[in-house]
């Protein structure tokens, strides 16, 4: 029986408490322990919290390693304290069907770091036009489909997308925006848009399209997700559906909440995002989502390309930033730390609600759950340094912005599974 104890943490910065694990499960939680472990961690007062969660990244494989690979992708997000992931199936060939689903399922075992749950397309090659074998997804135990990059632009796809995964109990994820509408632009339509020269794609690309899939979702019934929703009107769409007991849920990002278009510097791409980021009344609606309740997660979307990719114009780059590094520091210190939310809302929308809300088997730092957890630094501050990720993408619109509430120690199912060298622990 392999037994862990970790020593002098406080849960969720709180009360100070001893954890023991054995094989991978939370055996006690006390104020104070005294059992023999092969392994011991000095916690020495830092926060403890349950494994983090996000519903959207991005790992390139198979098809484009040189952007990321299965493996960085998973080092960088027990880096950043998470310790279960979903990623996107917009890779070359497309996850759209079981034998590269099985493939990538033994890639993922095989390296073992993190939990990473695979959310094939809903059409075939993610063209908008043929519907996917949803049952065939079904008996791999995937929990939804998405075209993340592309929203499905036919009304009727769309309407046999919901169909078919209500049959089958699939979750329907969207990026949420109309093609005609936003035109692919580069940027929000705004004031910045004007300044810098370049075409903008306004809010109601995004708002359109959620507005359509709720009345589909209505139709079919089942469970629609909102992928990084960015714009207040989308966000408007969601709570309406809610007051009307429509399971709809939605996710916010980082950088929509802390970042908006005027801030973005003259042509520099690790600002270029899809969904653009907003107006500073679209974010600061967002943001009083993430108090009241109507934005249920916050994912990354973290989606790494090449510094030659990013290093081109606005117009030429690809969309995408990396997050995974830096998610749980910017929360922290823009919305715990300033006392926007509380450290408890911070795990709802990091870590539990992503789990109860797609009924995922991961710990939460519970006796008798697995042991899927990150101690954090709350007091230490670090400046964001993209050459230190373990990541290989380095598109990041937060480099050299001072954090806190670094993770320090991740466990994946009670096996540490990243250290930050500087701490003796």
């Known amino acids: ?3 862990t104890l970790i020593k002098n943490i406080r849960l969720y910065g709180e009360a100070t ?5 054995e094989d991978g499960i939370i055996k006690e939680i006390l104020p104070k322990i005294d059992a023999p472990a092969e392994t011991i961690f000095e916690g020495k007062g830092l926060c403890a919290l349950p494994g983090l969660v996000d519903m959207q990244v991005h790992f390139r494989e198979p098809g484009q390693e040189e952007k990321e690979t299965l493996k960085t992708g998973m080092a960088a997000a027990v880096r950043g304290g998470f310790t279960t992931v979903a990623c996107m199936p917009n890779t070359n060939p497309t996850l759209d069907n079981a034998d590269i689903l099985k493939t990538l399922l033994k890639k993922i075992e095989d390296i073992g770091t993190c939990r990473v749950l695979p959310i094939p397309a809903m059409t075939k090659g993610i063209q908008g036009s043929e519907v996917c074998n949803y049952s065939e997804y079904k008996k791999l135990g995937i929990l939804g489909v998405t075209d993340d990059g592309r929203g499905v632009q036919d009304d009727s796809v769309m309407d046999k997308v919901f169909s078919e995964a209500q049959k089958n109990n699939l979750v329907v994820f969207q990026h949420c925006e109309v093609e005609s509408i936003s035109h692919g632009a580069p940027i929000h339509l705004g004031e910045k848009s004007k300044q810098l020269g ?3 794609q306004p809010g109601s690309a995004e708002a359109e399209m959620v507005r359509r899939d709720i009345e589909l979702l209505e ?6 997700h909102v992928l990084h929703l960015s714009a207040a009107d989308s966000l ?3 709570q309406n559906a809610k007051n009307k007991h429509l399971k709809v849920t939605c996710e916010v990002t980082p950088h929509h909440l802390i970042l908006a278009d005027v801030d973005i510097p003259a042509s520099n791409a690790n600002f270029k995002m899809n ?4 107006s500073t009344e679209d974010r600061e609606v967002l943001q009083k989502g993430l108090v009241d309740g109507s934005v249920d997660i916050i994912t990354t979307d973290h989606a790494p390309h090449t510094q030659t990719e990013k290093s081109k114009n606005l117009n030429e780059a690809p969309f995408g930033i990396v997050g995974l590094e830096t998610a749980l520091p910017l929360i922290y210190t823009h919305f715990v730390a300033t006392g926007k939310i509380t450290m408890k ?3 709802e929308l990091m870590s539990t609600n992503s789990k109860e809300l797609f009924k995922l088997s991961n710990g939460s730092l519970k006796v008798g759950d697995k042991a899927d957890i990150v101690l954090v630094d ?3 501050e670090k400046t964001v340094s993209a050459e230190t990720f373990a990541s290989k993408g380095r598109n990041t619109p937060f480099e050299g912005m001072k954090l806190k509430g670094w993770p320090v120690l991740t466990l994946f199912e009670g096996k540490p599974v990243y250290k930050d060298a500087t701490y003796e622990i």
């Open 275 to 278: 969904p653009p980021l907003r």
């Open 1 to 3: 029986m392999a037994r």
């Open 219 to 224: 139709k079919n019934g089942g469970h629609y």
């Open 17 to 21: 408490s001893d954890v023991l694990i």
């Open 198 to 200: 370049v075409e903008g």
């Open 345 to 347: 809302r911070l795990v």
């Open 378 to 380: 709350l007091e230490k």
């Open 236 to 238: 408007r769409h969601v």
